[in-house]
């Protein structure tokens, strides 16, 4: 796709021809056909925006338009208010450009065919993955593959409602391990009905019999017998990390009553790392309303060499990637560049080194404030000639306390920022770790994660 224009209903015609004339195709899009005046008014009023815009960006997604698209305005019939909300929020959803009827009035004809035409010709390769796009797409993909995730704390009632909406959405097919009886007591008090193809797997000494023979051939140096394997099997996420083994899961995802280490510790000592890889790391997705970023490590690593720092930032390029995002990787610091002396700056311009001649196709750079990397201005001034100050979209912190505060205060403090995550990267299968405080919303996003890691 090259590019996405909002219009009005009265001059989509003109826009539609105005892109013709500079020699490219196009299509039309109806969001209000699909929603309608009342049913937007009502998400509006009840606060649900973000919900809305995510809708939107799903259905727009699934109509798979490879040219440029003009995004027809929702007015008709609805409140000028509202009409005004809604287009504001839907061109930052869908990164379209804004072209007003009065616009087209003074422009149409050769001045807006030639503004289009540089608009087209100049068109980056790289398209702004807003908050609801990148939602949107995450889902999508997900149920394009339908994997069995395991949720190891399967009667924990944010799960449970949360299994129920996966399948509801179609992400995966969910795996909970817990007593069936808990479980649809859960369930009930929850006000969830258990849709029929949700699994349910009831631990018991013979089902953990199955694994002991594997788990002792996997941590046998490390003095594993049959007795102590059997008791770590009476752990649910050690049961469930041994379905992912065997394959028969895809996913795991824990932590809503777990802590990290207790859902890290047995993926280390049974899945391991991937080939190539010395250490587990992790991303959040910084959903921001008009762009998508990458933040790691926030979960994982408390103080990394300069080597460990270099794998992360490998890391979360590969994610970045693999998730439709575009890679721009600031290794983040204190200083920018030779501005600040200290060991810790001096840790961060060694990990940038170090990539940058290991891989040199990358586009990296640190250290950098974070300032100059995210503002182009600042960027021009403290780094001029980097390919990335200024526009970076993957930041790594270079430390756990800096990584963690760093994704809270956005979270927390920038408006309309959600995050997802945290997901390891490294692992030889996927495995992810919720906060405790998760919401319903969060697990649902976790399990897509883990779906589309799988793939």
Known sequence: MNRIYLAASSNVAEVVEAVKKAGESVAVYKPMDAFGASAVELAIKAGSVIELMEKIAGDFLAKAFAENVVVVEGAVGMQPLFAQKFNENLAVALDAKVV?????????GERLVRDLDKDLSCAPAELKTSQAMFRAGLLQKASKAVKRIVLPEGSEPRTVKAAALTVERGIAVPVLIGKKSEIEAVAREQGVTLPANIEIIEPSAELAEKYVPTLVELRKSKGM???TARAALADNVMLGTMMLKMGEVDGLVSGAIHSTADTLRPALQVIKTAPGVKSVSSVFFMCMPEQTYVYGDCAINLNPTAEELAGIALQCDETAKAFGLPSRVALLSYSTFNSGKGPDADLVREAAAKL???HPELAVDGPLQYDAATVESVG????PGSAVAGKATVFVFPSLSAGNIGYKAVQRSAAGTISIGPMLQGLAKPVNDLSRGALVEDIVYTI?????QSM
């Open 100 to 108: 007003s009827s009065e616009e087209t009035a003074v422009l149409f």
């Open 225 to 227: 017998t049959e007795e």
């Open 356 to 358: 940058k001649a290991e």
């Open 380 to 383: 021009q001034l403290k780094a």
């Open 448 to 452: 897509a994660l883990t779906a589309v």
